[in-house]
């Protein structure tokens, strides 16, 4: 049966992995999406490197923990964000974040997947799609 949202299936496993405290976390089905937010998680310091591997179908991808991650999930609905709806962070977005400095919010841009803080700093907008801290 096919998965309804594979992002929040992926954030998922990251974070139960994490509480295990695995090292590893096997990610399936993989997609573009999914790699750009883990790029973007790679960068902030909160998983190390991962690698996609092509099984023929959906693909899978391995990523190394770091048990940096305390807590991790999707947002939905995506919900629209202009730059200065970035700047002050609206109230639904800021029940998934701890406190202003701790964590971020992962957006899908015009220029890409990037962290709202890099959105900010680039002055532009976009959908929220998942949390991390």
Do not use: W
Request: proline share 7%; glycine share 10%; aromatic share 8%.
């Amino acid at each position: 049966m096919p998965s309804i949202n594979p992002l929040a299936n992926a954030l998922a496993t990251l974070y139960n992995n994490e509480m295990r405290r695995n090292k590893q976390a096997l990610i399936t089905p993989a997609s573009k999406l999914i790699i750009s937010v883990l790029r973007v998680m790679q960068k902030e310091g909160y998983i190390g490197e991962f690698e996609y591997i092509d099984d023929g179908r959906a693909g899978k991808i391995i990523v190394q923990l770091l048990g940096r991650i305390n807590k991790c999930g999707p947002i939905s609905p995506r919900y629209p964000l202009d730059y200065n709806g970035l700047l002050r962070l609206p109230d639904y977005i800021r029940k998934y974040l701890p406190s202003k400095e701790i964590g971020i919010i992962i957006i899908s841009t015009p220029k890409g997947v990037m962290s709202h803080r890099d959105g900010i700093r680039e002055k532009i907008g976009g959908v929220t799609l998942g949390y991390v801290y």
